[in-house]
């Protein structure tokens, strides 16, 4: 596709800060970014964000763009890509709002927010037990959750297999004894005068 020596002389003037040329550069090339957008069946205000977006990048990196001439390619490439991204952006935050809005109720979408919220504390209380462990005992107990045989775990931290059963024993209690994460066991549990 021919050049038209007019871009490359726009371009050029847009580098030295010249606000007509990029006036014209945007007024040339919009429509094709708009099209860009509509071919992945974006609505206008994402297409305005992708269009924002591409024409920033063009700002950041013309000073780079070693063709003049391809800018209108460059423009097109940088479209897609941003469409693209905006577009899986779009489908993993719909995902996500279908998940909260299957016919659910306030009230149940409230419950399963609190739900997830507790969870995601329950596990940071645990995870700040367990990086308080010995590192053997972290070892040996992450081994264990995957299911590796005691020979193993023996083998691999040089460790007699008879001894593995009550070290581990001992590292359990010792999470168990962690303040954070026992007061969780017993709020869990309900125990009484732990509220």
Known sequence: MPVDPRVIVLVIRAREGDQDAWDELIERYAPMIWSIGRRYRMDRPDIDDVAQTVWLRLVESLADLHDPGAVGSWLATTTKHECFRTVKARRRQDSMEQTLDFDMTADEQATMVEQELETAERNAILRAAFAKL?????????????????EEIGARLDLPIGSLGPKRGRCLAKLRDDPALNALILAEIGAPGNE
């Open 134 to 150: 010995p590192p053997t005992c972290q070892r040996i107990l992450l081994l264990r959750i995957e299911g590796i045989s005691y």
